[in-house]
Structures are given as C-alpha cells and as structure tokens.
Nanobody, 115 residues
Framework: QVQLVESGGGLVQPGGSLRLSCTAS????????LRWYRQAPGKKREFVAG????????YYDDSVKGRFTISRDNAKNTVYLQMNSLKPEDTATYYC????????WGQGTQVTVSA
C-alpha cells in the first residue's frame, strides 16, 4: 500500500512564502513521477506542479509559473513545493499525488493566504 503524508501548510500574508513537503512510503519512490494538486472550497481539484523521475523534468500550471518550484529528494522519499509570492487565490488544500498503477493521494495540507 502506498501512503503519502503532506506537511508545511499554514497561514501567510500575501507575498509570503511556504515550503510544502510530501513523504511517501510503500513504494519504490525513485521510479515514479510526482505531482502537486490543490483544491479550494467550492472548486474542483486542480493541477499545480509535476516532477519527473530524475527530477530534471518539471512542469507547472500557468497560474504558478515563476512563483512555485517543485523538487524531490529520492533518498528521503520526499517531494517539495516551494511557494513564493503567494496570493490570496493560492488559498487551498494542497495534495501530493503519485501514479503507481493507480492514483494515490495524501490527506492534504491547508494553505491560507490572507492579510
């Protein structure tokens, strides 16, 4: 069974930064790509960022390009999302995702951007 646990969320002011972490267990982590999604109240879960197996290939939704950076540490079974220049519209629950024959999701970490 694959398990994902997110952490690092919190309350920040507009323009602030947060670093999210997601640690995986139950799989050969280094063999799979990973993704971050988010879901705001009343909205559908949406893609935020993804990273390939090697960590070289990275891709982002247009709404976060230039502000967010995804990275991974295979030795620690962890994927990160560095979020800078946060905006109120970034407020959401953030989830990490891994495709291992099927999609697996963490339970999410809340990010609130407010003055």
């Amino acid at each position: 069974q694959v398990q994902l646990v997110e952490s690092g969320g919190g309350l920040v002011q507009p323009g602030g930064s947060l670093r999210l972490s997601c640690t995986a267990s139950g799989t050969t982590f280094s063999r799979y790509a990973l993704r971050w999604y988010r879901q705001a109240p009343g909205k559908k879960r949406e893609f935020v960022a993804g990273i390939g197996i090697s960590g070289v290939g990275k891709y982002y939704d247009d709404s976060v390009k230039g502000r967010f950076t995804i990275s991974r540490d295979n030795a620690k079974n962890t994927v990160y999302l560095q979020m800078n220049s946060l905006k109120p519209e970034d407020t959401a629950t953030y989830y990490c995702n891994i495709l291992v024959g099927q999609d697996y999701w963490g339970q999410g970490t809340q990010v609130t951007v407010s003055a």
